[in-house]
């Protein structure tokens, strides 16, 4: 039986963590098994940070991931490059994930007042868009389509967002794209548009500032924009949460996660 040792949390609260490099899904997996948790009350809102290996991932939007009309080279070339090829369960198109973005999943229980599924994305848009300003960046949303969800710095795309909401239990959030090598990019066409190019905070600003500092921000930015208290999350729940991919079930039964 797994003991954290912390007392039951106020439902404003939740735990955060940096998780490091996971898989597309291998994190699908974690989500997955802790929202189960968070149906029956046992597990409180957590907000996760962490990296994906590179991976071209297709959303629930288009066909089949391996054919997908948005995915401009064949897999054998993605193979050769060392990059994923995977179909995700949350929502939007394709996008390409790689080490250099901080990506944040906010597994949160929304309350009545907090149904609304487009001020839930409008919100988190606003706490990237906060973010990146205490970095001197002003990013900015763009309405002109569904497909434009995220958010851009002129005519580049700095912050990819898609989510999930289960039994108003949301998974998935958004990836900020901070450093490293965005030319396998080119490779799809993200989320169907034509012409579109990514950038990071390294390129805009000519330096990274640190992911440990970038997560902080959007800690303290996510708390202020959704009314909650973030808590480090303790080191034993952490490892649990880590392995939950690999055991599933197995490690949730019995567990005292409040």
Known sequence: MIEVGVELMPASNCYSTELGQIGVSEAERLMEAVRRRQVRDEAPDMVLFLAHPKTVAVGLRGGPADTHPDLLVSPTRLSEEGISLTRSVRGGGI?????????????????????????????????????????????????SSAAHLGLWVQDRKVVSMG?????????????????????????????????????????????????????????????????????????????????LDRHEDRMMAGSAWM
């Open 95 to 143: 996008t390409y994930h790689w080490p250099g973005q901080v990506v944040c999943y906010p597994l949160i229980a929304l309350g009545l007042d907090e149904r609304n599924i487009g001020q839930y994305m409008r919100n988190l848009e606003e706490v990237a868009v906060r973010s990146l300003n205490r970095f001197g960046i002003k990013a900015e949303r763009k309405r």
């Open 163 to 243: 989510i999930r909401v289960s039994s108003w239990i949301t998974s998935f959030g958004f990836a900020l794209n901070l450093e490293g090598d965005l030319g396998p990019s080119r490779y799809v066409r993200p989320c169907g548009l034509e012409g579109v190019r990514l950038t990071t905070v390294e390129e805009i600003l000519g330096r990274a500032p640190s992911r440990k500092w970038v997560v902080e921000v959007v800690q303290r930015e996510f708390g202020s924009v959704f009314g909650r208290e973030l808590h480090r999350m303790p080191d034993r729940l952490r490892r649990e949460i880590r392995s």
